[in-house]
């Protein structure tokens, strides 16, 4: 690619990994600029990728692996950014193939994991669920939704700094930004091999984080997706019941009525976020 490219690695406490991965990068002459974030590590990751030569900037305290995300996005000065985990899952040698299919056009260019590149069984059916629900939502095959080895061009992703989280789930939030500001999102199938050290993820903290997640993309992208098969079941549920109890009693029940009654909160619920999603995706130009 002709534009300039800046590489953005958030790391914490990846002092075995960090070094090698820094010097692959440089190696292969990819990027105009590598730019560590250090998230408040205690074992000398950040003096470890200065060492090699990328660009280092040190967070005060673990903030999070989105804040640094986002630290990296607003100091990178190339019009391309590549961003990759510095646990060793993803090889330098896949990012030539992420600029080439981001130069076809693309906005974004996620590499997407194969299954057995999954962190673990658990982590891989919950990914697996959180593709489906994001391919219904958006009406597009979503292959990997939560893969933080993606290449994206820098002024679009900079419209949607303001929406990512402070956690993991800044890959999540990204990809479904741009597909519903309706810009172009591809990806390229990788291979991740298992990561070196022990992961940050916390099985259960980070398992409910997730199902939140799973909500929040549905409100994030097109409430009413979400919101009318909930209101309808719900409908259909007080209907039926109504039915049951005008057969069997011959009346109309409190439980009914409240069935009813919900299902139609839910569908205006689901309305007035549709609007306010709208609004949050105007385009400024």
């Known amino acids: 690619m002709e534009s300039s490219v800046s590489i953005v690695i958030p790391a914490k406490n990846e002092a075995r990994s ?34 090699q030569g990328a660009d280092v900037i ?9 804040a640094a995300v986002k630290t990296g996005a607003r100091i990178a000065s190339g019009e391309v950014l590549i961003f990759m985990d510095a646990d060793g899952q993803h090889q330098p040698k896949d990012i030539p193939r992420l600029l080439s299919q981001l130069s ?12 057995d590149g999954q962190a673990s069984f658990g982590r891989g059916l919950a990914n697996s ?3 489906l629900l994001a391919s219904y939502m958006t009406g597009q095959k979503v ?13 679009k992703f900079l419209q949607f700094l303001n929406l990512l989280p402070n956690g993991f789930s800044y890959p999540t939030t990204s990809t479904m930004a741009f597909f519903r500001a309706g810009y172009a999102v591809g990806y390229l199938p990788i291979d991740a091999p298992k990561r070196i ?6 099985p259960i903290r980070d398992g409910i984080r997730f199902l939140l997640i799973i909500f929040k993309i549905g409100t994030l992208y097109s409430p009413l997706k979400l919101f009318v098969p909930i209101s309808f079941f719900l ?16 009346r109309f029940t409190n439980m009914s009525a409240l069935m009813l009654t919900t299902s139609l909160i839910v569908f205006m619920v689901g309305l007035v976020s549709e609007q306010i999603t709208t609004l949050m995706y105007k385009d400024s130009d």
């Not at 409908?235 to 011959?250: A, D, E, K, P, W």
């Open 197 to 202: 050290g022990k992961s940050h993820i916390k």
């Open 129 to 131: 669920f959180y593709n």
């Open 18 to 51: 960090i070094g090698r991965l820094v010097r692959q990068i440089l190696e292969g002459g990819w990027a105009n600029e590598v730019l560590v974030i250090d998230d408040g590590s205690s074992d000398g990751t950040g003096s470890i990728a200065k060492e």
């Open 104 to 115: 076809d056009g693309y906005d974004m260019v996620v590499g997407a994991r194969a299954s």
């Open 143 to 155: 292959q990997d939704l939560t893969s933080g080895f993606r290449a994206v061009r820098r002024e």
């Open 235 to 250: 409908f259909i549920c007080g209907l039926s019941y109504y039915g049951f109890t005008y057969l069997t009693m011959g």
């Open 58 to 66: 040190w967070h005060p305290y673990s903030k999070g692996n989105g």
